[in-house]
């Protein structure tokens, strides 16, 4: 599917707000809320979009840090890393890269003591580099 000025615009859109109703939406691009809704649906058949979401604020949930880790195999048991981001809920998002790394993942989570604990469980089979967030920019 090629994407033309309106959908972009339209995925401006729900990216800014997420909570625009196809209407309100329509009243910025001058479309019916139909109009609208017909294009978002075809965003979903051609998976343009995956999914929707929300970001909620980390420290109502108590998460504290955010951290990066890129993993760097010892060997190619590469299926003890998919276990572990599986099992783990602090593994927000993970990656599989064509770097200098193999993975890369994002940690929340409330302590320095989980992280800790969490790259105690990485360290027997990969090797790791962490940075912590200090402040979101953007």
């Not at 033309?4 to 329509?26: W, Y």
């Not at 790394?101 to 790259?119: D, F």
């Amino acid at each position: 599917m090629k994407l033309d000025d309106l959908d972009i615009a339209i995925l401006k859109e729900l990216k800014s707000n997420s909570k625009l109703t196809f209407k309100e939406i329509g009243e910025k691009l001058h479309l019916t809320g139909q109009a609208v809704g017909n294009r978002v649906n075809k965003l979903i058949e051609n998976n343009i979009i995956e999914n929707f979401t929300i970001n909620i604020n980390k420290n109502y949930l108590g998460l504290k840090n955010t951290s990066y880790i890129r993993i760097y195999m010892k060997d190619n048991s590469h299926d003890k890393i998919l276990n572990l981001i599986n099992k783990h809920d602090e593994i927000v998002e993970a990656y599989k890269t064509g770097s200098d790394c193999c993975y890369v993942l994002k940690i929340e989570n409330e302590s320095n003591e989980s992280l800790t604990s969490l790259l105690d469980e990485i360290l027997p089979f990969a090797n790791y580099q962490i940075s912590m967030v200090l402040d979101r920019i953007k």
